[in-house]
């Protein structure tokens, strides 16, 4: 007979199996993919899409027509509390979703509970990444003659490419703009001195101000407090401070890790309910911990596709088997890109030839047809 699955979450490791629904549907399954809205944005590209290389059309998946395409319901919505008794989720609209198996690729926010910020500053954080084009707007519309401020709080990759990329967007619009970058500790100060020398030369060539050695402590209303006690004053401030995962696992009392994220096992399956699954940014890997990057949550998209059905028909799972080493490609936002893998490490226009093709060849993956003529 068949059962109900759910997946929450249209993101980077639920792709394969949106893709693939009908598998799903023609063994006799319900699908209902639940989603705050209908499109769901590739971060790698979310940087690019702010600095003008790609148009939002070409960094997004509908995933509304890719679940109705299939069969499958799509209900707009954000699912608040898993009920895992029950085998019921709610939503903040208050419906009440049963499941007999439900998968969750709610992904990660950037946290900002623990900053005061003063309710009318202009504030957009890196993710998710629609905030990009809200911030894009902001500045389209505001950036003339007169000197704007923009600082970005967050020295990691996010921090590094959203800057390089507002550095880009600036000049092309014609404006003038004084950005800062307010680095934490040290710039891409988790990677090979070699990335970050590189990082910080084409920042500041570009005139970008990079601050290291302190930390954002609080955002009033146009001006960023340090915590060296500096008072910077802004128009606009991004904030890329890491991420975390929503708090949804913690609030419903289901087993997470340390990050609060849905602690699973090696068949990416809730280690205290079976028939609840995850992957991406909302999961903590017992076996080991994962990084934060989209790169676990594609590699796991395969395994999801076949545990899923697994649990459905009660068949044998599969583990999912972390590669130790992947590349990364970050975009400097001015046709070049740093590239690392392991120990090698390059810039220039080559690296960001490659980061486009292989981006572009995933988005092609998934992507349905006539969405790049989407308005
Ligand atoms: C600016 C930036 C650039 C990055 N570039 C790279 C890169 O080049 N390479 C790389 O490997 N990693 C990169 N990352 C990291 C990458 O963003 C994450 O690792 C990746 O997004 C994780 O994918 P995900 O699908 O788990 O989460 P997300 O991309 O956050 O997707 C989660 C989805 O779930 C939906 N959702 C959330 N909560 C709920 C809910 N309660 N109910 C229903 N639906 C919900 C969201 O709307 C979203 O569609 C970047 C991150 C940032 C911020």
């Given at each position: 007979?068949g059962?109900h699955?759910?997946?929450?979450?249209?993101?980077?490791?639920?792709?394969?199996c949106l893709?693939?629904?009908?598998?799903?549907?023609?063994?006799?399954?319900?699908?209902?993919?639940?989603?705050p809205?209908?499109?769901?944005?590739?971060?790698?590209?979310?940087?690019?899409m702010?600095?003008g290389?790609?148009?939002p059309?070409?960094?997004?998946?509908?995933?509304l027509?890719?679940?109705?395409?299939?069969?499958?319901r799509?209900?707009?919505g954000?699912?608040?509390?898993v009920?895992?008794?029950e085998?019921?989720?709610?939503?903040?609209?208050?419906?009440?979703?049963p499941?007999?198996?439900?998968?969750f690729?709610?992904?990660?926010?950037?946290?900002?509970?623990d900053?005061?910020?003063?309710?009318?500053?202009?504030?957009?954080?890196?993710?998710?990444?629609e905030?990009?084009?809200k911030?894009q707007?902001?500045?389209?519309?505001?950036l003339?003659k007169?000197?704007?401020?923009?600082?970005?709080?967050?020295?990691?990759?996010?921090?590094?490419?959203?800057?390089?990329?507002?550095?880009?967007?600036?000049?092309?619009?014609g404006?003038?703009?004084?950005?800062?970058?307010?680095?934490?500790?040290?710039?891409?100060?988790d990677?090979?001195?070699?990335?970050?020398?590189?990082?910080?030369?084409s920042?500041?060539?570009?005139?970008?101000?990079?601050?290291?050695?302190?930390?954002?402590?609080?955002?009033?209303?146009n001006?960023?407090?340090?915590?060296?006690?500096?008072?910077?004053?802004?128009?606009?401030i991004?904030?890329a401070?890491?991420?975390?995962?929503s708090?949804?696992?913690?609030?419903?009392?289901?087993?997470?890790?340390?990050?609060?994220?849905?602690?699973?096992?090696?068949?990416?399956?809730?280690?205290?309910?079976?028939?609840?699954?995850?992957?991406?940014?909302c999961?903590?890997?017992?076996?080991?911990?994962?990084?934060?990057?989209?790169?676990?949550?594609?590699?796991?998209?395969?395994?999801?596709?076949?545990?899923?059905?697994?649990?459905?028909?009660?068949?044998?799972?599969?583990?999912?088997?972390?590669?130790?080493?992947?590349?990364?490609?970050?975009?400097?936002?001015?046709?070049?890109?740093?590239?690392?893998?392991?120990?090698?490490?390059?810039?220039g226009?080559?690296?960001?030839?490659?980061?486009?093709?292989?981006?572009?060849?995933?988005?092609?993956?998934?992507?349905?047809?006539g969405?790049?003529?989407?308005?």
């Open positions: 007979m059962k699955l759910v997946l929450v979450g249209g993101g980077h490791a639920h792709l394969t893709k693939e629904l009908k598998v799903f549907i023609e063994r006799g399954h319900e699908v209902t993919l639940i989603g809205a209908s499109h769901h944005y590739y971060s790698g590209m979310g940087p690019g702010l600095g290389t790609y148009r059309q070409e960094i997004r998946f509908n995933i027509k890719m679940a109705q395409a299939a069969g499958a799509f209900l707009q954000v699912v608040v509390e009920r895992p008794g085998k019921r989720l709610v939503l903040a609209s208050g419906e009440e979703v499941y007999d198996v439900v998968s690729n709610t992904g990660s926010g950037i946290p900002t509970h900053l005061p910020i003063a309710p009318d500053a202009n504030v957009f954080t890196v993710k998710p990444i905030q990009l084009l911030a707007k902001f500045i389209r519309d505001r003339t007169k000197m704007h401020h923009i600082l970005l709080a967050g020295g990691g990759p996010a921090g590094l490419e959203i800057t390089g990329n507002l550095v880009r967007l600036a000049s092309d619009l404006g003038r703009a004084e950005i800062t970058l307010v680095a934490g500790r040290r710039l891409m100060g990677f090979p001195d070699k990335v970050r020398s590189l990082a910080l030369a920042l500041t060539e570009r005139g970008v101000k990079v601050i290291e050695g302190t930390r954002l402590r609080e955002v009033q209303t001006v960023a407090v340090l915590q060296d006690g500096r008072m910077l004053p802004f128009d606009m991004f904030l401070l890491g991420v975390r995962p708090p949804l696992f913690n609030d419903s009392g289901l087993p997470t890790g340390p990050d609060g994220g849905l602690l699973v096992n090696e068949f990416l399956q809730s280690v205290a309910h079976p028939e609840i699954f995850g992957g991406g940014d999961i903590y890997f017992q076996p080991q911990p994962l990084d934060k990057v989209g790169v676990y949550a594609v590699r796991q998209n395969p395994i999801l596709l076949h545990n899923l059905q697994a649990a459905l028909e009660n068949r044998v799972m599969w583990r999912f088997k972390p590669q130790g080493a992947y590349l990364l490609i970050f975009n400097l936002g001015n046709g070049r890109a740093i590239f690392r893998r392991k120990q090698l490490v390059f810039d226009p080559l690296a960001f030839k490659l980061k486009d093709y292989i981006d572009r060849r995933f988005m092609q993956k998934f992507q349905i047809s969405e790049l003529e989407e308005a």
